[in-house]
Every structure is written in C-alpha cells, then in structure tokens.
C-alpha cells in the first residue's frame, strides 16, 4: 500500500488522503484529529468493496465495515459515516467533494460537477450516547453507541444493562434513533 501524496489534503480537523492498493485497487481513507477515529472505502477488487470504520484507540470498540457489490452504494455509506463533529459545514462539505473527486478519477469515471450533498440526522451522532424508542416514541427500547448509518438503520452498540439476551449490535429505524 503506498500513499498518493498529491491527493492528500487537510480540511480543519480532517484529512483526506488516498492509497494505492495495486492496479486496480485504492483505498479513500477520512481522518478526524478531533475523534482520533477513521474511516476508509477499500475497493478490493472490480465489485467488491469495504468500508470500514476504526475508532480511536482509547475507545476499546471493535472495527465496524459493511461490504458493497457497487461503487455508488459503498460511496455514499462512507460519505454518510464520515466523522463531522464540530467541524465547519463548510469543511465537510470540501472535503467529501474531495472525496468524490477522488473516487471518480480512481473509478474511472466522468467528474461530477456540484453533487448534492445532504448530512443525514444523525451523522453528528456517530460515536455518541443515543436512545431508541419505539415507534410511537412512548417508550424506551434500547439506549446504547451509534456506530454506524446503514441506509435507513443504525446499528448500534448496545448497553449490558439494556441487553435482553440479544446481540450487543443491534441495527433499528432511524426515525426510532434519537440523540442523548
């Protein structure tokens, strides 16, 4: 794995930078100096790709990756998990333009120009204390970690003393995920 130097660049607490993993192969890779925590997308091999999420040491929480069968899927999951906690709207915004920009150029494709670029609900929320309620929003279901934003689902670490024999990941509606 190298480093592509030209490619890297800093945007406040983020940085941005992109590795070659052969031929065909790269890897976007996002890091917050705010969060100590990355994320990066790894395209494996033509279809396959991997985004993974590695958080700050001191957090003691396991890797969290999704694997995608198309680029555009993979794109917008890490750009949906990317970490933005106090930084400027207009840094985020930059710097996943970069992001695209690189991807387009390591796929091969036709730059896009102005892309639309929403920060779902919950995105400041990763890596922080949420509840989940239940559809109706009258009563307390769970409470644990946003880890990650899986489409319309989040997945979430659970608290032990909110585990009814169940998986310590669990993944619920969004619109059940509300902020601590």
């Known amino acids: 794995m190298s480093l592509?130097?030209?490619s890297t660049k800093?945007?406040?607490?983020m940085s941005v930078l992109l590795h070659s993993l052969g031929?065909?192969?790269y890897?976007?890779?996002?890091?917050?100096?705010?969060?100590?925590?990355?994320?990066s997308l790894i395209r494996v091999k033509k279809n396959e790709y991997i985004v993974v999420r590695k958080w700050a040491t001191?957090?003691?929480?396991?890797?969290?990756s999704a694997e995608f069968d198309r680029a555009n899927q993979a794109l917008i999951h890490f750009l949906n998990n990317v970490d933005?906690?106090?930084s400027k709207n207009e840094s985020i915004i930059a710097a996943k333009e970069h992001c695209?920009?690189?991807f387009t150029s390591a796929e091969g494709l036709k730059p896009i120009?102005?892309?639309?670029l929403p920060t779902p609900r919950l995105q400041e929320a990763i890596g922080k204390e949420v509840i989940v309620k239940s559809s109706l929003g009258n009563y307390l279901i769970s409470k644990g970690m946003l880890l990650q934003l899986l489409g319309n689902q989040a997945e979430i670490q659970v608290n032990p003393d909110h585990l009814d024999e169940g998986q310590l990941r669990q993944k619920f509606y969004t619109k059940q995920v509300h902020v601590c």
């Open 27 to 39: 890897r976007i890779e996002w890091n917050s100096r705010m969060t100590g925590a990355s994320i």
């Open 58 to 64: 001191a957090r003691n929480i396991d890797d969290v």
């Open 113 to 116: 120009s102005h892309p639309s």
């Open 100 to 102: 695209i920009n690189l």
């Open 4 to 6: 592509i130097d030209e």
């Open 23 to 25: 031929t065909d192969c």
């Open 10 to 13: 800093d945007f406040g607490i």
């Open 84 to 86: 933005v906690i106090k």
